[in-house]
C-alpha cells in the first residue's frame, strides 16, 4: 500500500484526478442569479457534472493496482505460499487496504463535492448519499477482480472477459433490466428526491439502499469465494511443502 501511495505515476493520477474534479466545479458553477433558476424550475448542473466526473476517476483509479504488472512483487498467493499467516488475516488486511484506497480517493474531492452541492443548492445528504453508492461499487468490482484473479489466474483474458461483461451490466444494460443495480441512476434519482422535498423521505431513501445493499452483499459473495479459493491454495501448498 506504502509503495503505491508514493509512486510518482501515482501521485501524478491523483493531481489529475483533483484538477479535473476542480475544473468541473469551476466550469459548472452557477452564473445565473437566483431568480433565474426560480423563473424556470432548475438547478445548476454543478453538482449532477461533479459527481459524474468523481465517479469515473474513483472507479478506474482504485482498480489500476490489479491491473498494474505484479512482475517482481509479492501477490497475495505468495504471501501464503512463503509466511505462515492465515487465509484469513492475508484476506483481512487486503480488504482493509481496498476499503482505505476507496476511502481516500473519495476524501481526495470531498470538499469539492460539498462545495458543488452547496453551488447547485443541495443538502449535505446528496454528498453522502452519493459518496456511499460510488465507495461500494468500487469496493464490489475491486473485490470482484480480485476474486476472478484467484479463479483464472493462469488465464488472464477470461478474467477480463467475465469482469468487463459485469461492467457493461452494470452501467449500459442495468438501465432497462436491473436499474437498482446502475449507480449513475442511483445517485441521479437521489439529487432529484432532494431537490424536490429538501432532504431524503423514507420512501425513498429505501430506494436509494437498495443499490448500497445491492453491493454490499455481492462485496460478501464475492469475498467469500476469494477466501474459499485461497484456502484452496494454502491446502496445496501444505501437501507439495510435504
Not at 476499503?99 to 449535505?124: E, N, Q
Not at 443499490?211 to 455481492?218: E, S
Not at 464475492?222 to 479459493?229: A, D, G, N, T, W
Request: positive net charge; charged residues 10%; proline residues 4%.
Amino acid at each position: 500500500m506504502r509503495n503505491f501511495f508514493a509512486e510518482r505515476s501515482s501521485l501524478r493520477l491523483f493531481r489529475v484526478y483533483v484538477s479535473v474534479m476542480t475544473a468541473a466545479v469551476l466550469v459548472s458553477w452557477p452564473s445565473n442569479p437566483v431568480s433565474y433558476y426560480i423563473q424556470f424550475s432548475s438547478k445548476p448542473i454543478t453538482l449532477p457534472l461533479s459527481f459524474m466526473v468523481m465517479f469515473f476517476f474513483t472507479f478506474f483509479l482504485s482498480l489500476m493496482p490489479e491491473f498494474s504488472d505484479h512482475r517482481g512483487k509479492h501477490t497475495i498467493t505468495d504471501w501464503l505460499h512463503y509466511t505462515p499467516v492465515s487465509v484469513i488475516t492475508v484476506f483481512s488486511g487486503y480488504f482493509l487496504y481496498s476499503m482505505v484506497h476507496v476511502a481516500f480517493l473519495l476524501a481526495l474531492v470531498a470538499p469539492l463535492l460539498i462545495a458543488a452541492a452547496a453551488a447547485s443548492g443541495l443538502a449535505a445528504d446528496a454528498v453522502a448519499s452519493s459518496c456511499l453508492i460510488v465507495f461500494v461499487y468500487s469496493l464490489f468490482f475491486k473485490q470482484l477482480l480480485h476474486m476472478l484473479t484467484l479463479l483464472f489466474e493462469t488465464r488472464p483474458f477470461v478474467r477480463t472477459l467475465i469482469f468487463g461483461a459485469i461492467l457493461v451490466f452494470s452501467i449500459l444494460l442495468s438501465v432497462r433490466l436491473l436499474p437498482v443495480a446502475n449507480p449513475v441512476l442511483a445517485a441521479q434519482s437521489v439529487i432529484a428526491n432532494i431537490e424536490r422535498t429538501g432532504g431524503l423521505d423514507e420512501l425513498f431513501v429505501a430506494a436509494w439502499q437498495d443499490t448500497v445493499i445491492l453491493y454490499a452483499v455481492g462485496i460478501a459473495a464475492v469475498s467469500l469465494v476469494s477466501i474459499l479459493r485461497l484456502g484452496i491454495v494454502r491446502r496445496v501448498t501444505a501437501v507439495d511443502s510435504v
